[in-house]
T-cell receptor, first 113, second 117 residues
Framework: RKEVEQDPGPFNVPEGATVAFNCTYS??????FFWYRQDCRKEPKLLMS???SGNEDGRFTAQLNRASQYISLLIRDSKLSDSATYLC??????????????FGAGTRLAVHP | DVKVTQSSRYLVKRTGEKVFLECVQD?????MFWYRQDPGLGLRLIYF???????EKGDIPEGYSVSREKKERFSLILESASTNQTSMYLC????????????????FGPGTRLTVT
């Protein structure tokens, strides 16, 4: 079983739609969680962190469910520019010194006019 | 802005060649990482370094070695390239300990697409 699992998609949605991605992780002791965004042929970039209390950044909402070991990302009012691959990322350790991250394989989103 | 640069965007090498991939960061970060990214597998950690001359194996170190002689530079070496090392290679850097309340983000370079024929 992979440490971090995501539906690869693609999710094809029209502009203005709301779309949600889920991700599951296997290590119950994991400490911190993130969503990274990767555009086609570009490097990954941090989109947002994920907190137990949930967090929102504009049209993006991330939530963590520790009991079920899953993380979600909700995108409201999708824009063409949201088309990208979204990587679910888990830091499995307490120690921040090495900051090792475990990456999911990504969920591809395609927003069409 | 943090800048992580990699020596080549595209590289084609022959089986058995020794390959050097260079990565440089300008933010005085302690940690540096080398990943490879393959379709359906995501990013997998090859090696990382938390200080000059220090290195730790990641999840898939076989067939690779690294060198960190200066804080800003982290090199990935393929001693004898093989076709199964054809991949996208991504370098990243981060601080050792984030400021209180801050996220310890990893910053990535643009990647090197290596083809071994």
């Amino acid at each position: 079983r992979k440490e971090v699992e995501q539906d690869p998609g693609p999710f094809n949605v029209p502009e203005g739609a709301t779309v949600a991605f889920n991700c599951t992780y296997s290590n119950s002791a994991s400490q911190s969680f993130f969503w990274y965004r990767q555009d086609c042929r570009k490097e990954p970039k941090l989109l947002m962190s994920v907190y137990s209390s949930g967090n929102e950044d504009g049209r993006f909402t991330a939530q963590l469910n520790r009991a079920s070991q899953y993380i979600s990302l909700l995108i409201r009012d999708s824009k063409l520019s949201d088309s990208a691959t979204y990587l679910c990322v888990v830091n499995p350790t307490l120690s921040g010194g090495y900051n090792k991250l475990i990456f999911g394989a990504g969920t591809r989103l395609a927003v069409h006019p | 802005d943090v800048k992580v640069t990699q020596s080549s965007r595209y590289l084609v090498k022959r089986t058995g060649e020794k390959v050097f991939l260079e990565c440089v960061q300008d933010m005085d970060h302690e940690n540096m990482f080398w990943y490879r990214q393959d379709p359906g597998l995501g990013l997998r950690l090859i090696y990382f370094s938390y200080d000059v001359k220090m290195k730790e194996k990641g999840d898939i170190p076989e067939g690779y070695s690294v060198s960190r002689e200066k804080k800003e530079r982290f090199s990935l070496i393929l001693e004898s390239a093989s076709t199964n090392q054809t991949s996208m290679y991504l370098c990243a850097s981060s601080t050792a300990t984030p400021l209180a309340g801050a996220i310890n983000e990893q910053y990535f370079g643009p990647g090197t697409r290596l083809t071994v024929t």
